[in-house]
């Protein structure tokens, strides 16, 4: 995907490039200025008389494709940006290979938990303070 991001984004900067070219190849309605200065009579000797029609053309085009092509490589960024981040939310966790025959049931075993015993728990009163209580300890 990454690739793909960086040759659309390459043929990002060309289409801005040419764009720029058919905008400054363009006459102005004045018949002069920087169109005429780098060859906007030279575009009619190219393209005939409706040479403003074609560059008119192409520029609306070129246009079309740039916010097009700008739009599909924002939703490309946010894609891989939220791609990033889903990888990076969970912790990987590598369990140990063990081999199937040394898992037996005696080896899998819950672990004890002894009972404690009634008379040893008691509640704090509400009459009594808690600092005024004795420490109580278990009975053995």
């Known amino acids: 995907m990454s690739i793909v991001i960086w040759l659309l984004t390459f043929v990002l900067v060309l289409l801005s490039v040419f764009l720029v070219l058919i905008v400054l190849a363009q006459k102005s309605k004045s018949d002069g200025g920087v169109g005429a200065a780098l060859g906007g009579g030279m575009t009619e000797a190219t393209f005939g008389a409706e040479s403003g029609n074609v560059l008119a053309t192409m520029t609306r085009n070129g246009a079309i494709a740039f916010f097009v092509l700008s739009f599909g490589l924002y939703l490309a960024h946010i894609a891989r940006e939220k791609s990033a981040r889903a990888e990076s939310i969970l912790p990987k966790i590598e369990v140990p290979a ?21 008379a040893s728990i008691s509640l704090p009163s509400a009459s009594t303070p808690a600092a005024a209580q004795a420490p109580v300890e278990p009975a053995k």
């Open 98 to 118: 063990t081999p199937a025959a040394a898992v037996t049931p005696a080896a899998v075993s819950a672990p004890s938990v002894e009972p404690v015993p009634a």
